[in-house]
């Protein structure tokens, strides 16, 4: 239909309007039922109930020309009626439920209950209470008053467990709230382009109501329902809903219906929208999705109580060996809890992550563990483990020593009367034994990698990277390899015609207008003008004297550029062939590499223009334009020369080249449309143009960067070969002279695959260490490039892999890759979709900016790491040593929490927010199983740990000599708190905050001060926490266990502290390299053996306070299993049956479970078994045992 009827309608709309009474012509219920139906079914339903399309536009009071009059009224009135385009959020959890869920603790569990107990004891005084036979010889000092006072120790554990469930509530609120900013953010950048009263605009997604008029084109995600009215060779993936991977063709008179939700993978054309936000197919499952997934939750909560205990040890790579390996488990995964930020609802993986391909149902969770996720998990168990042994033995010792004294040694009798009294020293025991435990359970490791991550996203906004998923952020940190995409993120994305070859004439510049012949010129404008998106234009500059604004398709504004610098204009030749006109258009995709528009001249034959990839348009041409504007024929001898001579010297200058050609076709006998290959033959080349788009300034640089830091770059890109190196060799890429390979997607092909034309992950690994440029490459060479890489085992270190794309067909490789990043500006929203980052900038610099965010990460959790350790390591012992040697911790159950839980949380915000410096991008990556805890830091840990281990315990046993004052040790039950334990616990504390200040440094540097202004959070939190603890010392009281200290005192305990600044200097003198004895903890094991000479190599894993335990077991196991193996081979030669037996115990013997240390030498390797149960049991045999291989 014409314009003219079209305006018609417009004007008996509005007359209808007033005497409808502002109705539609169909309801909601109506559209939405129609949108439910595919296919010819929805045709037929179109036809019986509307009569077309154009007659539902009339329903909906809309133009398929014009569009909606776009006044507020009518747009307000259709949001009311049709609802608008938004589907509301989940709710997000409240604080309450956060609450609730840090209190699932195990460790806070255990110690409320100790707690309350404690409380209900001391209120109890039973009619025993002053009997002498009950109280054992410390009992007697206790006077009134302080009988009275012990309730305070349950009220102040009770205290202290809020204030932890606080700040954990508090933190994953702030972290839920961060995200929900951050996914509102992503959605309001989404932008949509509509017709409104005849003006092509773009509005937020949001804003789009039913009636609109929307174009769509290649790379959109739908925003909205809506049906098919006009458009060209439309291709749609509807896999998001229906699951099906092949492309839908739409049609008008086939299949006109456009769900939101699905992706445009080819073509255009505009649709008239039916149903938005709850009510559109999207919506729809979203909605069930909310309802479902709130029953579903509420089941899950009942699931989870049963499986709870167990679901850590299956997952760290040993079956669960015993009833305390459980327990601790599930203690690991309430801590793990906070950890997992981006990982919240999915079950832990095993170490490794489990399988990479199994890729997770929803969108957060589209990659395997991070590497940091898995090594801190496996980190925190075996200090969970060792907690819980240290903890166990601590009550044991205490109740034996306490029972054996008074019933043994003393020969008291158990006294019914009694019972009261001794239940509370039992309980005070065990209130000893579980703070033991919360103070080796490193509850900050989570914490601080969750806090780390959400500082370093915030500040990422700033360098231009949105990260969508957090753990991107530190993978980025190790990664070996990007595949950059070279339009638009190495270069400008500012296309310009620079050279052109017209009339058989190469023009290093672009030609004079008077040089072309008028009919060539006639024919380059048609060709450029109609055969290009209408969308795509030139606008005038914003500012004065900047350059003119492309808008659309760069490579096509790049030829509008050039009609407009040979002083013609395309607006006119549009405006009299408008969009609607065009007869058939073959949009370009990544196969045809070329565009070609079918139009109906005048005389009722046809004429297609065509561009695209001058290789492959000139291979098509079998005419060329002359100097006098007239074909002449041009045969491959020819086509060979000219690229010889016009093109591939065109490329060698970094241009792109591309060929604009036409092709008449006669009326009748109306060709067959569809057969492209006929179709697209016998062209007639018009022109070859070569199109600049120069390097970005910064890239260089920015490469450089990433080549120093141990990074590979490599170009991966659509264009010709002799371009891409061009432009890789301005980017510094690659450097004339080195031994490096640039191929094309064919050949790349022809080489990594076999005769049967299968990819051999072997001829892959022949290429890629030496490929730096891909070009002339498809979407699919990219993903296989990308997947080659990450499988590869040629390397030692697996090679974490970060890929840049902007394209719909990109997104594939974008799942792929370790590390995907989409362009923020120039990428279509599938891309975006598909991506862990977006930059926002489309600039390659920012990707380096990534990357030292990521290693920052890495780096802020190794100084946490380092402290925290330091604390726990001393505090463990101290606790155990003294609660063995003095029946008492020196550090009560109060003062462990507030130094344990308060220093770890103030501590993780302290240390995870140093902001990144350039001296980051000086080494290499670290790689998937370097340890967390290198060597320079258990030398810094263990260091540390002597130097306020040594000092605790002379304060502890000569303290009162020296201080001249009372001993605090073998204080009675309830007994005042004395100034000597106050005095250590102050010690103690001023030698945390001043090693923290050493914790800055992890790599062994001298200046510890370095850049500490930098980060104000640091500064802040260290005079806090000394100013939180100057109050507790000298208010706390009972509830710390506290006695006011004079000055002198004070002085003395901060002159300790000091001393770990000097101390830390000492420790820097000694080489690393002398302490070979030092292991490392905290690594990735991987599923393969390691090779031999690595082996000797720092590969032990236990932690050290696993490793005190067991350094006697090993001996023995060691003695053991050398016997053995000795009589297994003895047996063997005495029986040839048994052979096969030995033969088996052996294997179960190497299979290591990855959980436990694979030891120096292979004649050790069998320890792994004696110490966890061998993975080929089941979990329930695995309480018991077997004997491995004992005769």
């Not at 990074?711 to 891409?724: C, E, F």
């Not at 149960?1173 to 979990?1179: D, I």
Request: with cysteine.
């Amino acid at each position: 239909m014409g314009d003219m009827t079209n305006s018609d309608f417009y004007s008996k709309n509005q007359r209808n309007e007033s005497s409808h009474g502002g109705d539609f012509g169909c309801t909601m219920e109506e559209l939405r039922s129609l949108m439910e139906l595919r296919g010819t079914e929805a045709v037929v339903k179109i036809k019986e109930t509307y009569g077309d399309t154009e007659a539902i536009c009339q329903r909906l009071r809309t133009s398929p020309v014009e569009g909606l009059p776009g006044t507020a009224p009518d747009l307000e009135k259709r949001k009311q009626i049709f609802g608008q385009n938004f589907i509301p959020p989940k709710k997000p959890k409240t604080f309450l439920q956060l609450v609730w869920e840090a209190l699932q603790d195990v460790t806070l569990i255990i110690l409320e209950i100790a707690a309350i107990i404690s409380l209900g004891l001391s209120f109890y005084h039973p009619p025993g209470e002053n009997n002498e036979g009950c109280a054992t010889a410390q009992g007697g000092a206790e006077d009134e008053g302080e009988a009275e006072a012990g309730w305070i120790e349950g009220a102040a554990i009770l205290l202290s467990v809020i204030c932890v469930v606080l700040v954990t509530a508090f933190n994953d609120w702030s972290k839920e709230k961060q995200f929900r900013g951050l996914q509102s953010r992503i959605e309001q950048e989404q932008k949509f382009t509509v017709v409104r009263a005849g003006q092509v605009v773009q509005i937020p997604v949001a804003e789009i109501v039913v009636g609109d008029i929307a174009q769509i084109k290649y790379g959109d995600l739908l925003p909205a329902d809506g049906l098919f009215i006009q458009g060209n060779d439309l291709k749609i993936d509807e896999s998001s809903l229906t699951g099906e991977s092949d492309q839908v063709r739409k049609s008008v008179d086939k299949d006109p219906m456009l769900l939101s939700g699905t992706h445009v993978m080819e073509g255009s054309g505009r649709m008239v929208v039916t149903a938005v936000g709850v009510n559109s197919q999207t919506g729809i499952i979203f909605t069930l999705l909310g309802a479902g997934g709130e029953e579903e939750e509420k089941k899950d909560k009942k699931g989870v109580k049963k499986g709870d205990g167990l679901q850590l040890p299956a997952a760290d790579g040993a079956a669960a060996s015993n009833a305390a390996d459980s327990a601790n488990a599930s203690l690991v995964n309430a801590k793990q809890q906070d950890g997992a930020a981006a990982m919240e609802m999915q079950p832990l993986k095993s170490a490794e992550g489990g399988d990479a391909d199994d890729k997770k149902k929803a969108n957060m969770h589209k990659k395997e563990k991070s590497v940091l996720q898995g090594k801190l998990t496996k980190l925190a168990v075996q200090i969970g483990k060792a907690g819980l042994v240290m903890s166990a033995i601590t009550v044991i010792i205490l109740v034996l020593y306490f029972t054996v004294d008074t019933f043994v040694v003393n020969k008291k009798p158990w006294l019914p009367e009694c019972t009261p009294v001794y239940v509370q020293y039992f309980v005070k025991f065990f209130i000893i034994g579980v703070t033991v435990l919360v103070v080796a359970v490193p509850e900050g490791l989570p914490l601080a990698v969750t806090i780390s991550l959400a500082y370093s996203v915030k500040k990422m906004m700033k360098d231009n990277n949105l990260v969508r998923h957090l753990d991107a952020c530190e993978t980025m940190g190790n990664a070996t390899a990007i595949c950059s995409d070279k339009t638009g993120t190495l270069t400008t994305n500012r296309m310009t015609v620079v050279q052109a070859y017209v009339g058989d004439v190469h023009y290093k510049e672009v030609p004079d207008p008077s040089s072309i012949n008028a009919k060539t010129m006639e024919l380059l404008v048609n060709a450029i003008a109609i055969n290009s998106a209408y969308t795509t234009k030139i606008l005038p500059p914003e500012k004065e004297g900047a350059l003119p604004r492309q808008v659309g398709n760069k490579t096509e504004c790049g030829l509008l550029g050039f009609v407009l610098d040979l002083k013609q204009d395309y607006e006119p030749v549009r405006s009299q062939m408008p969009e609607e006109k065009l007869y058939k258009v073959y949009t370009f995709n990544s196969v045809r590499k070329s565009m070609s528009t079918v139009i109906k001249m005048p005389d009722e034959s046809f004429r297609m223009y065509s561009k695209g990839a001058s290789e492959i348009v000139l291979k098509k041409c079998c005419k060329i334009l002359s100097g006098a504007g007239e074909p002449r024929v041009f045969r491959p001898r020819d086509r060979d020369e000219m690229v010889k001579k016009v093109i591939e010297p065109m490329a060698c200058d970094g241009l792109r080249t591309i060929c604009v050609a036409y092709r008449d076709f006669p009326s009748s006998p109306e060709p067959d449309w569809d057969n492209e290959n006929d179709i697209l033959s016998d062209l007639t080349c018009i022109c070859v143009v070569g199109i600049e788009d120069p390097v970005r300034p910064e890239v260089p640089e920015a490469i450089r960067k990433c080549q120093r830091a141990g990074i590979t770059v490599r170009m991966v890109t659509g264009d010709n070969i002799n371009t891409a190196r061009a432009i890789a060799i301005k980017c510094g890429i690659i450097h004339p002279g080195e031994d490096f390979l640039c191929l094309e997607g064919k050949e790349f092909n022809r080489r990594i695959r076999n005769e049967k034309g299968e990819i051999e992950q072997e001829r892959i690994d022949k290429i890629w260490p030496k490929l730096r440029v891909l070009a002339r490459s498809s979407p699919t060479d990219k993903h296989t490039l990308v997947k080659g890489i990450i499988d590869s085992t040629h390397t030692e270190q697996r090679q974490v892999v970060a890929v840049t794309g902007d394209g719909t067909n990109d997104g594939p490789a974008l799942k792929k890759a370790d590390v995907g990043f989409a362009m923020g500006i120039a990428g279509t929203d599938v891309a975006k979709e598909a991506s862990d980052i977006i930059l926002t900038d489309d600039n390659f610099s920012s990707i380096v900016k990534a990357v030292m965010w990521g290693r920052n990460v890495y780096d802020s959790i190794s100084k946490f790491l380092q402290f925290q350790l330091t604390v726990n390591v001393v505090a463990v012992i101290v606790a155990f040593t003294g609660a063995c040697i003095t029946q008492d911790s020196p550090l009560k159950a109060v003062q462990m929490l507030w130094v344990n839980l308060i220093m770890d949380t103030f501590a993780s915000l302290a240390l995870a927010t140093e902001p990144p410096t350039e001296t980051l991008l000086l080494r290499k990556p670290y790689g998937r199983n370097k340890p967390l805890i290198s060597r320079t830091m258990m030398k810094n840990i263990l260091g540390h740990a002597v130097y306020q281990l040594t000092l605790i315990f002379t304060l502890l046993f000569v303290g009162e000599k020296m201080f001249q004052i009372d001993s605090g040790r073998n204080a009675p039950l309830h007994s005042p708190p004395s100034e000597h334990y106050t005095i250590i616990f102050n010690t103690f504390v001023m030698m945390q905050l001043f090693n923290e200040i050493n914790a800055r440094k992890i790599h062994g540097e001298r200046n510890v001060f370095d850049g500490i202004f930098r980060n104000p959070i640091f500064c802040t939190i260290v005079l806090g926490t000394f100013a939180i603890q100057i109050v507790i010392v000298q208010f706390g009281g009972k509830p710390f266990s506290c006695s006011p200290l004079q000055l002198d005192q004070w002085m003395w305990c901060i002159f300790i502290g000091l001393g770990e600044l000097v101390w830390g200097q000492v420790i820097a003198t000694i080489p690393t390299s002398r302490l070979k004895f030092l292991k490392e903890a905290g690594r990735l094991t991987q599923k393969e053996e390691i090779p031999e000479e690595e082996l000797n190599e720092d590969v032990e894993e236990i932690d050290h306070a696993e490793r005190e335990l067991r350094r006697g077991q090993i001996l023995w196991f060691r003695g053991l299993n050398r016997i053995q193996t000795q009589i297994e081979v003895v047996n063997t030669f005495k029986s040839g049956a048994s052979f096969q037996g030995a033969l088996r115990r052996q294997s179960s013997v190497t299979s290591q479970s990855q959980d436990v240390a694979n030891l120096s030498s292979p004649s050790r390797v069998s320890l792994s078994n004696a110490l966890s149960s061998p993975t080929s049991l089941p979990p329930a045999a695995a309480g018991h045992p077997r004997r491995e291989g004992l005769p």
